[in-house]
């Protein structure tokens, strides 16, 4: 099977200078600089690929709204902030092939003329941040970056900047902030960051597995790349699988590979050889699937039709013995903790519906929870300034319409609320004190 | 909050926050680090999080004084400092034991037995998930999404990630650090 950014992995100390390439490393930048930085954004463009950390916008396009009139630098971010619960496949890329992703980055930093990068990781990542610094080191050293990038006068700093624990800081305005040294609260849109981002500068923020791709379009022509994909997702993409699975891990498919080749054949079928249940298909934020929906194929467009979404391609697999209220509860628990706080119907709405699910488990939900829940959900979807609003409401009320009947059974089991008065008071009989 | 440091008189305000024991300040190499890690950046707010990262390895924690001298450093407002620190989970705000477990909680890993890790855990510590052992050995947290998933259930012991976790292999770990 055809592999572009994991193939090296496996390879002994594949994250070495010397190792790199020999497999194949910054061979591309050449041809990159060949190019004009606007024919480079033309390929790009022409592979249909798409942003891989989980919103999908095709990145060339994302590349050209740089304005070409402002005398302000230029910066490009990465975003390594991998923290959408079920995904884990950025890490691969940074622990196992770090030069790739250097590659990547020198070759979208000539496209949108970038003289500095920033790769913003998560701060538990230690590994994926000692192996980037050390990649960058070894290719300070062997000439590749600094003054000059390999001979080209052009020069390029990579910046290593370590997130401190903050699943909104994923999201890209909320990054910025937290890269200028503030909390990481996002931003109302526009201006997008290609016109202002970084220090009020055009930026271009991409996902790591997104540069990690740049140099196989780059390698292969755009048409070429695109021509692996679907119709309009190019190329490959990384799916990280877990859950109830016999083999769970990481994989690199062709985009559109269906969910059940996914979970049956890739990721060797369900453990205990139980039934299936339910699906989440990108992350934990994209509305949940139920077994007979798994025919899918998995992209961008095929996922939205059936209303759920690809976003960060972090599949996770629910088998039969799973209780879809106790998932729910683990995941609204995550959401109302990781709210940023800045917009009230996202602060005060996920803690409402953690409390809500949270009383339905103990058994103390009350008569209309189930459809409190959906109503909660309903007042925060399109009412925040950035998405984590959404990504707890919708799976809500995905959850909740799927399988409501499961919802019912646990509330039928509410105990009547034990509340006694501290004296009896009966009408119209006297009372005597004490 | 009973001491006067700098400028700042603190004495009147309990934050609920602990006091470093001594004084504080920045070591000749930590100072030769904030001017490397200022180079980095077009500006000096840029730098608040690492050269918090860096308070955190120099003094184990972030105390009000940490916090004071790191918005001297950045020339910030202290309270901005106090802003983003309390708003990333991974800067601790009280002193730690001598190894930190990082339970994560998420959809994986709860999926493949987090929750009986956790208990387990806490039965072989003899703590409750936030506290250290009264050794001072252990501080258990649980953590949400590690990003480890193909590996639940994960846990991060100090800097190092350990995966597929069972629970003899958890009491191994404890039982060969302790």
């Not at chain 1, 877990?242 to 590979?257: A, D």
């Not at chain 2, 440091?5 to 305000?13: E, K, V």
């Not at chain 2, 052992?133 to 252990?138: K, L, N, V």
């Not at chain 2, 999404?145 to 770990?173: H, Q, W």
Request: with cysteine; aromatic share 8%; proline share 6%.
């Amino acid at each position: 099977m055809l592999k572009l950014v994991t193939r090296n992995i496996g390879v002994q100390d594949s994250h070495t200078l010397s190792v790199a390439r020999g497999h194949g490393a910054y061979s591309r930048v050449e041809k990159a600089f060949a190019m004009t930085p606007e024919a480079l954004t033309q390929e790009v463009i022409a592979s249909n690929l798409r942003g891989l950390g989980g919103a999908g916008f095709p990145a060339g396009r994302k590349w050209s709204f740089l304005p070409n009139d402002s005398p302000k630098p230029r910066y490009l971010v990465v975003n390594a902030d991998e923290g959408e619960p079920g995904t884990c496949k950025d890490k691969y890329v940074m622990i196992h092939d770090p030069h790739l992703l250097l590659e990547g980055i020198i070759i979208t930093c000539w496209a949108i003329r970038a003289h500095r990068a920033y790769i913003y990781v998560r701060g538990e990542y230690d590994l994926p941040i000692a192996r980037l610094e050390q990649a960058i080191a070894e290719a300070k050293s062997a000439g590749i970056l600094g003054d000059k990038v390999m001979g080209h006068d052009f020069p390029l700093e990579i910046v290593v900047h370590r997130g401190a624990g903050a699943y909104i800081c994923g999201e890209e305005t909320a990054l910025l902030e937290s890269l200028e040294g503030k909390r990481g609260w996002p931003r109302l849109k526009p201006p997008f960051p290609a016109v202002e981002g970084y220090m009020r500068c055009p930026t271009v923020v991409n996902n790591v597995e997104t540069l990690a791709y740049v140099p196989f379009v780059v390698e292969m022509g755009g048409a070429a790349f695109a021509a692996l994909g679907t119709e309009r997702n190019g190329g490959l993409r990384m799916y990280s699988i877990s859950g109830r699975v016999n083999k769970p891990g990481v994989y690199e498919l062709p985009v559109g590979t269906s969910l059940r080749t996914m979970i049956y054949d890739v990721a060797g079928g369900i453990v205990g050889g139980r039934a299936l249940k339910a699906v989440i298909p990108g992350g934990s934020s994209s509305p949940i699937l139920r077994a007979d929906e798994i025919d899918v194929p998995m992209d961008f467009d095929s996922l939205a039709k059936i209303g759920s979404m690809l976003g960060s391609a972090g599949v996770v697999v629910l088998d039969e013995t799973v209780s879809i209220p106790e998932a729910l509860m683990v995941l609204i628990r995550f959401y109302a903790h990781e709210s940023c706080g800045q917009c009230t119907p996202c602060r005060e709405g996920t803690a409402w519906l953690a409390m809500i699910v949270e009383r339905i488990i103990h058994a103390k939900g009350r008569p209309g929870d189930i459809d409190n829940l959906v109503r909660v959900a309903r007042n925060i979807v399109g009412n925040t300034i950035c998405p984590l609003g959404d990504a707890a409401a919708l799976p809500v009320i995905s959850y909740v319409t799927k399988f409501r009947a499961e919802f019912e059974e646990w509330l039928a089991k509410a105990r009547p609320v034990e509340a006694l008065p501290l004296r009896p008071t009966h009408i119209g009989e006297p009372v005597t004190a004490g | 909050m009973s001491q006067t440091t700098g400028t700042h008189d603190l004495s009147t305000i309990d934050y609920g926050m602990q006091d470093h024991p001594g004084p504080v300040a920045w070591s000749e190499a930590a100072r030769r680090e904030i001017d490397a890690i200022f180079a980095k950046y077009p500006d000096k707010s840029s730098a608040t999080l690492p050269i918090l990262w860096l308070a955190v390895r120099e003094f184990g924690w972030i105390s009000y004084q940490v916090e004071m001298i790191v918005a001297e450093v950045l020339e910030r407002p202290l309270n901005e400092i106090h802003q983003v620190v309390t708003f990333y989970t991974m800067y601790p705000r009280r002193p730690l034991g001598r190894h930190h477990i990082q339970l994560c909680r998420n959809i994986s890993c709860w999926l493949s037995g987090a929750v009986d890790l956790r208990e387990h855990i806490k039965q072989i510590l003899g703590i409750e998930v936030g506290e250290t052992t009264p050794d001072g050995r252990f501080t258990l947290s649980e953590v949400e999404c590690l990003a480890y998933c193909e590996c639940a259930p994960a846990m991060r012991f100090d800097d190092t990630y350990i995966g597929n976790l069972t629970k003899d292999s958890v009491a191994r770990i404890i039982r060969e650090n302790s």
